[in-house]
């Protein structure tokens, strides 16, 4: 059965750079579909981030381009998320989830709560 | 990007009564590409329907979905409680893929 597991700080410190980590079991993160990353703020906004696809290439929101990069490391089946000069508006639940292209989130991870704050 | 307008923010509902949401979009969207999700406190979405009917494994008949171009509604034919969550439509015809802002359904 195919898990997906986020980890990373809880706390990151306005302006600095954001990472997670997501690490994926049950299933070869280069076999296929396109790995992404959603973010739901409070008040449930909820926010897809961008993805990596099976072959490395991104996609990302418009919204995030300057600011955002997915990269992975397929050695270890993980992939990250790097969100650069964060403020407290990217205080939100971070998850990372499954897909292809259009068709639906089919798998997500639990999620973590990142919070930023001086 | 597509906006999603989802609609009611909150229902309140007894059980067994029948409930639906509408999400209507700024753009039309392939309903291949238009999913429902139901994320309960605490815990991350799952997905309940997918390409605007189709209920995902698991899935009581009770859920269901509808719709087409640019207007789509998602039903709960009688309500339990254990379906108190908030719903949130998503589409992913076109880049960026966005989400409705939830409905949250409460029990009486």
């Known amino acids: 059965e195919i898990q997906l597991q986020e980890s990373g700080p809880g706390l990151v410190k306005p302006s600095q750079s954001l990472s997670l980590t997501c690490s994926v079991t049950?299933?070869?993160?280069?076999?296929?579909?396109?790995w992404s990353w959603i973010r739901k703020f409070p008040g449930n906004k909820m926010e897809w981030m961008g993805y990596?696809?099976?072959?490395?290439?991104?996609n990302y929101n418009p919204s995030l381009k300057i600011r955002i990069s997915i990269t992975r490391d397929t050695s270890k089946n993980q992939f990250f998320l790097q969100l650069n000069s964060v403020t407290t508006e990217d205080t939100a639940t971070y998850y990372c989830?499954?897909?292809?292209?259009?068709?639906?989130?089919?798998?997500w991870g639990q999620g973590t709560l990142v919070t930023v704050s001086s | 990007a597509i906006v999603l307008n989802q609609s009611p923010s909150s229902i309140i509902a007894s059980q067994g009564e029948k409930v639906t949401i509408t999400c209507r979009a700024s753009?039309?969207?392939?309903?291949?590409?238009l999913h429902w999700y139901q994320q309960k406190p605490g815990a991350f979405p799952k997905l309940v329907i997918y390409?605007?009917?189709y209920r995902a494994s698991g899935v009581p008949s009770r859920f269901s979905g509808s719709g087409s171009g640019t207007s789509y509604s998602f039903t709960i034919s009688r309500v339990e409680a254990e379906d108190v969550a908030t719903y949130y439509c998503?589409?992913?015809?076109?880049?960026?893929?966005?989400f409705g802002s939830g409905t949250k359904l409460e029990i009486k």
């Open positions: 989830a499954r897909g292809h292209y259009g068709y639906p989130f089919a798998y």
């Open positions: 049950g299933y070869t993160i280069t076999s296929g579909y396109d």
């Open positions: 990596i696809s099976n072959s490395g290439s991104t």
């Open positions: 753009s039309s969207i392939s309903s291949n590409y």
């Open positions: 390409s605007t009917s």
């Open positions: 998503q589409q992913g015809s076109s880049n960026p893929f966005t």
